[in-house]
């Protein structure tokens, strides 16, 4: 009796219960509507990109054509919007908007894109108040509960279906009668176990995978094979886990009922209550700090600026010769003023942001470090990272649109103090954003102490599930 | 005979090691989650209105300046934390807490907690609505699956009928035992939640002990929905593992997996524009109008005051025609807001019904409708409040062009007002919505509630009848 010949006999009995073939026909039924939710996401986000882009070389345009019209003696459509100004050429109405592409493998995992911001309108005016604005226009009910995507089967309800399949893959043999007379063949009931296993991860782990890549292959997620890898070998880590899980349980040599409500007390534990009660252990003893004081720091701010306005442009000069270029004019113009209160106003809002995220910074490494209680969290965890939908992306655009809008001050501010106009000549220099994606390696590298501790954590319950089977005899 | 059944079933939930700490741990959580969500309803509000109390002083003190800079100014209205939001913090978490109301435009609400949060929190915490929508139906599962499979199993069902027990009686017996071993759990956790809202409110509500009322009911219809199906199926099945099974199965369905259908559901059938879609429909039809809304003429609003007032030249005009104009400028746009984010909010409310709809196979949803309904913390009311804020930003901005229209000349850009015009403005006071209002709402959850109390205990009695004494 060979390992082949247990696979070919399984197979048999897993397409003669009918009960199996129905979970498993949901099972992929739930696949495709997974997938079909994801790769919907990413086309609305793929037009939405789309738009603001070309939204971008509109406004560009318009802006070329006004000051065109104007250096040929035409007029400004507005004498508040003269775009030779520098504070509207550079200010909302000549912005640019930063954009952040949809993750590679957003169709597989939404993440984080449906609630965290994915553009940002960059203009003279951008401060740390600009980086608090709402994401995408959605409805607060279903941000709460969250999509059914491809990484919520694979974390809620794929477990299940492991459990399902292998909670009596030992003790039913023993129960039917029949384990001593497969052990009276010349093979180990390890071998046995672990092909029966095998079998039924092949079959669940291969059509996790083939909906995977089907979804990557649609939309074009192939260009980022790293992303890819990654996402298929935390599913298997994870599938694994709980695979190795029902194993180690059913060495146990209880009845199968026993096996059964252990699993499932476990999965309840593990996927359901612990992150639940994470979270609301993280909320008592690391609470977020409300951004509220904020906004109330801001109009402290704008109200105390706006009467100390030459001073703090005699300061902001002070802070920074190189925005001066040397001319300001002894009679600083009202924009120039603008500007110092303008930038006060910032710096106090950088000030409260700054204390205010590192305080979250604090909390939030506590809080992560909790995920490594429950598997599922390590697994949801690396998989909307790896789909380019976690957390960390995300931060990573806002740290560039930071340095963007920077860019664009130093472009416009020096105008700004010396009162001078701007011709069409300058638009071709204007700053443009271009993204600089992380580099593959970076999913990768904050994936691989989860990963680690995830294969782990499948190589400690198989060792405990190994030697337990070495102890399995037929008889008794 | 009745009371003996409930006897045993209350001593055997009792005495059973596993279901006693089940129950405890079930029973701690719960207190554990109404403790927090208590601390933190408190304290979110009371900064709230700290932080309202702060907009309004910067209000009042902002100085002499035009009214219309002063209505540029604006002020921030912070989203009050609603006294039952304890028990539920519903969608707040994804709703901003604060909005800008200036001059000109309608601002979205900014500040979402749980944009600050990371992704692992999005799975939830454990507030006491989860525990109670969640964890206390398992419990349920865990202490009836076996009652009436298990004493087939054991043979004991046969000798129970045999002492002459109607089986009506038998089912009503077995109900009242575990659910008086539930009230153990429940009614001290309802004594407190009860004591937190009559001594020590973490907010303002509208009649919240009315709300508190109908909330422990709709509770109660779930347990003894879940109660009654537990029930039904334990005498339908073979064995008490099938029953489990079964119960698990629709379990999952229930909690995990209909909420999340009924998300991406929704926006098949009611899609949404993308914020960028939104934002440009937004600013294109405020510069051109749209429709029979129409961009108010300057010229021709000064040449019916003109024509009102019977003098030739704006300079003779006994008011500000800027102060109009600027008016009828507000009147314009608010119907472009209201155009714009009516159609938002209905969006998202066809979306909710959706939801509704869909507790026709998962009770869940329509207890969390109703949960959150109740609490005061869903989409309706957030709306309810930001239609209060809006509300409040259009006579802010009524009163300071009225000022600038009345107290000043056309092309007088000089005038300014003080403190006693800023003091003049009443402070933004919001009322949340009666139980009437809510309950109003939510007809549909309440008739598939209801439906699905009716079903589980009329299957519940059938299966009883029915059930097969080997």
Known sequence: MTVRTVLRNEWRLLMADQALRIVLGLFAVLLVYALANGVVWLRFQERTVEAVESGNVERTSALQQELDAIANGGQPSSPFADPRSPLVLGGPGGSHTAVLEPGSLTALAVGQSDLLPYYYDVNIYTNESSFQQNGEVENPLNLMVGRFDLAFVVVYLLPLLVLALSFNVLSEEREQGTLALTLSQPVSARSVVTAKLAFRALLVVGMVLAMSLLGILVTGGLDSPGRVLLWCATVVTYSLFWFALAAWVNTLRRSSAWNATVLVGAWLVLVVVLPAAINIAAGVLHPLPSRIEMITAQRDASNDAVNRRSELLARYLEDHPEMAEGVVADEPGLGALAWAATDAVNRRLEQVTSEHDAQRAHQIILVRRYRFLSPALLAQDVLIDAAGTGDARFVHFQSQVRAFAEEWREFFVPAVLADEQMSASVLPNVPRFRLADERPGEAARRAAVPLTVLGGLVLLVGIGAGVGLRRVRGAG | ?470
């Open chain 2, 1 to 470: 005979m009745i009371r003996h059944i409930v006897h045993k079933e209350f001593t055997d939930v009792l005495r059973d090691g596993r279901f006693r700490w089940c129950s405890i741990l079930v029973g701690s959580l719960l207190l554990i989650s109404l403790g927090h969500g208590w601390v933190q309803a408190r304290n979110t509000q009371q900064e709230h209105a700290a932080a309202q109390a702060t907009a309004r002083e910067h209000w009042e003190t902002q100085g002499e300046k035009n009214p219309h800079s002063a209505a540029h100014y604006g002020i921030y209205a912070f989203k009050p934390r609603l006294a039952l939001s304890f028990v539920d913090e519903g969608v707040d978490p994804y709703t901003g807490t604060s909005v800008w109301l200036e001059a000109h435009r309608q601002n979205d609400f900014m500040l979402r907690p749980a944009q600050d949060a990371t992704a692992a929190q999005r799975i939830g915490a454990l507030t006491a609505a989860q525990v109670l929508q969640h964890l206390v139906p398992l419990l349920i599962i865990l202490l009836t699956f076996g009652t009436l499979a298990g004493e087939r199993e054991r043979g004991t069902l046969r000798q129970l009928l045999a002492t002459g027990i109607g089986r009506r009686e038998l089912a009503g017996g077995k109900a009242l035992g575990v659910s008086s071993a539930l009230a153990l759990l429940l009614v001290p956790a309802a004594l407190v939640g009860a004591a937190a809202l009559v001594v020590a409110s973490p907010g303002p509500a509208a009649s919240p002990l009315a709300r508190g009322t109908a909330l422990a009911g709709v509770y109660l219809a779930y347990f003894a929905t879940f109660l009654a199906l537990s029930l039904a199926v334990s005498a339908w099945a073979r064995s008490a593992r099938t029953a489990l099974v079964v119960l698990l199965a629709v379990w999952v369905v229930n909690g995990l997996v209909a909420p999340r259908v009924a998300v991406d559901l929704s926006k098949w059938l009611h899609p949404t524009p993308s914020a960028f879609e939104f934002a440009r429909t937004v600013e294109s039809e405020m510069a051109t109008g749209t429709g029979d809304i129409s961009r108010p003429d300057r010229a021709a609003s000064t040449e019916h005051l003109l024509a009102e007032y019977g003098v030739e030249r704006v300079e003779d005009l006994p008011i500000n025609a800027v102060g109009v104009y600027l008016q009828e400028s507000e009147e314009f746009g608010n119907r472009i807001f209201d155009r714009n984010y009516g159609a938002l909010w209905d969006t998202f409310e066809r979306q909710g019904v959706v939801h509704e709809t869909l507790a026709v196979a998962a009770p869940l949803l329509a207890v969390r409708t109703l949960s959150m309904g109740l609490a005061g913390t869903d989409v309706e009311q957030h709306r309810h409040f930001a239609n209060a804020a809006e509300t409040y930003r259009r006579d802010l901005m009524r009163q300071m062009n009225g000022d600038m229209t009345e107290n000043s000349l056309t092309g007088d850009f000089t005038y300014t007002a003080g403190a006693e015009l800023w003091e003049a403005v009443p402070p933004l006071q919001y009322a949340a919505p009666p139980l009437g209002w809510v309950l109003g709402n939510r007809v549909l959850s309440l008739l598939v509630l209801g439906a699905w109390l009716a079903g589980a205990i009329l299957a519940a009695v059938a299966r009883v009848r029915r059930a097969e004494v080997t």
